[in-house]
């Protein structure tokens, strides 16, 4: 299994229709929107296996909550 790069690493940079994708899709796997924008920040490639653990489920209700 691959393993997904520091979310702090590519959170801050993906466009906000991938933010939209992996946040409305109620799936705790990676749309493909999602793992092809971390690859272009970070150059890892993101299986489609990949998903979000509570801790980046947790950093991203942070980022949203200071955007609020």
Same mark, same amino acid.
């Given at each position: 299994?691959?393993?997904? %790069?520091?979310? @702090? $690493? /590519? /959170?801050? @940079?993906?466009? +906000? $229709? ?7 899709? !109620?799936? %705790? @796997?990676? !749309?493909?929107? +999602?793992?092809?924008?971390?690859? *272009?920040?970070? !150059?890892? =490639? +993101? !299986?489609?296996? *990949?998903?979000?653990?509570?801790? $980046? =489920?947790?950093? =991203? ?5 200071? +955007? $609020?």
């Amino acid at each position: 299994m691959m393993t997904l %790069p520091p979310i @702090h $690493d /590519w /959170w801050p @940079h993906l466009s +906000v $229709d991938a933010r939209h994708e992996l946040l409305e899709s !109620g799936s %705790p @796997h990676l !749309g493909d929107t +999602v793992r092809e924008e971390i690859r *272009e920040i970070t !150059g890892a =490639v +993101v !299986g489609k296996q *990949e998903e979000l653990t509570e801790e $980046d =489920v947790a950093f =991203v209700r942070t980022q949203i909550e200071s +955007v $609020d």
